[in-house]
């Protein structure tokens, strides 16, 4: 594998990095979806399992997720979020509260830091929310994915698909792009997303939509 993130998305990395406090600052648009994806994580997680979260931003989903595994390894590609998942998993360490098998690092999914140790046959459930959708390589993504995971291991992830709306958002996307206002963001619909989660050798075995209509939520097993 000879594909990285780092070198085709410079300028989103560097996009996140600036916009890590104000994102982190954000509320969650709809609490009641998230808690919901949550809800349906955690089902298929178990106490023994370790687990790799690709895209964690400021390390919320990790923090609240972490509890319930053995191993839970948080991984952003913008030092800026990274920084501030650090500092709330500090802070909950400190008053006690903090899982103790959670950490943190800067990497992208192609990155040396997320290969599973000797020790492991590989990871349990590589977990991504609200990300696929920002990599412009999410086939080579898929299949990295599933050669971290081990035989039977989940991918479970959550992705806007913006298609229907593309005549709309699409050229809005690209001129906030050339000032530097927005990420890449990849035009993905249902159908597409799971076409292509199925191709890089998963069994899609849930999906839901969280929250509607566009956000969809796909938890597939390596076969």
Request: with cysteine.
């Amino acid at each position: 594998m000879t594909t990285t993130w780092t070198n085709d998305l410079k300028p989103s990395q560097s996009f996140w990095d600036r916009a890590a406090r104000k994102y982190a600052a954000s509320p969650i648009k709809d609490q009641a979806a998230y808690e919901k994806t949550l809800a349906r994580t955690t089902e298929h997680l178990g106490p023994q399992d370790e687990v790799l979260e690709l895209g964690c931003g400021t390390g919320s989903t990790a923090l609240l997720l972490a509890g319930n595994v053995k191993s839970y390894l948080a991984t952003d590609f913008a030092s800026g979020m990274i920084e501030i998942a650090n500092e709330k998993l500090a802070t909950e360490m400190a008053d006690g509260t903090g899982p103790s098998g959670l950490r943190f690092a800067v990497a992208d999914g192609f990155s040396e830091k997320v290969q599973p140790s000797d020790s492991m046959a590989g990871y349990d459930a590589v977990l991504a929310y609200n990300f696929l959708h920002l990599v412009e390589n999410p086939e080579d993504l898929l299949e990295r994915v599933r050669g971290l995971l081990k035989p039977g291991g989940l991918y479970i992830s959550k992705t806007v698909c913006l298609k229907d709306k593309a005549w709309l958002f699409g050229p809005m996307i690209k001129v906030m792009q050339l000032f530097g206002k927005a990420p890449f963001v990849s035009m993905l619909s249902f159908q597409s997303l799971e076409d292509m989660i199925s191709k890089a050798g998963f069994e899609i075995i849930e999906t839901g939509t969280y929250p509607e209509p566009r956000s969809r939520f796909v938890v597939a097993r390596k076969i």
